[in-house]
């Protein structure tokens, strides 16, 4: 079993910066993947970023180039860095992990992001 706790979510005027962190605990030893994910009212949940036990990281377009994830791996937590929000950036914000071995799939409580205009 693995447990995410996320935190850093909270109210943000367009154009600044949010990070979000997910400390994980548990069977830890087995992730090979941790990603964020995102849903907004009426949207269905979508893959914001991942990075792999190696490092590869991949982003959905809708943030490239302002989003940035990372892991600190001496603290067992990766972040979710958000510059430039953007209107369509508010949303419920997932952080998910991978079991490598059975695929199972494990998911924090969300933190939501609000972008004033």
């Known amino acids: 079993q693995v447990q995410l706790v996320e935190s850093g979510g909270g109210l943000v005027q367009a154009g600044g910066s949010l990070r979000l962190s997910c400390a994980a605990s548990g069977s830890i030893f087995r992730i090979n993947a941790m990603n964020w994910y995102r849903q907004a009212p009426g949207k269905q949940r979508e893959l914001v970023a991942g990075?792999?036990?190696?490092?590869?990281?991949a982003y959905a377009d809708s943030v490239k180039g302002r989003f940035t994830i990372s892991r600190e791996n001496a603290k067992n937590t990766f972040y979710l860095q958000m510059t430039s929000l953007k209107s369509e950036d508010p949303a419920v914000y997932y952080c998910?992990?991978?079991?490598?071995?059975?695929?199972?799939?494990?998911w924090g409580q969300g933190t939501q992001v609000t972008v004033s205009s």
């Open positions: 998910n992990a991978v079991d490598g071995l059975t695929r199972l799939e494990y």
């Open positions: 990075v792999t036990s190696s490092g590869s990281t």
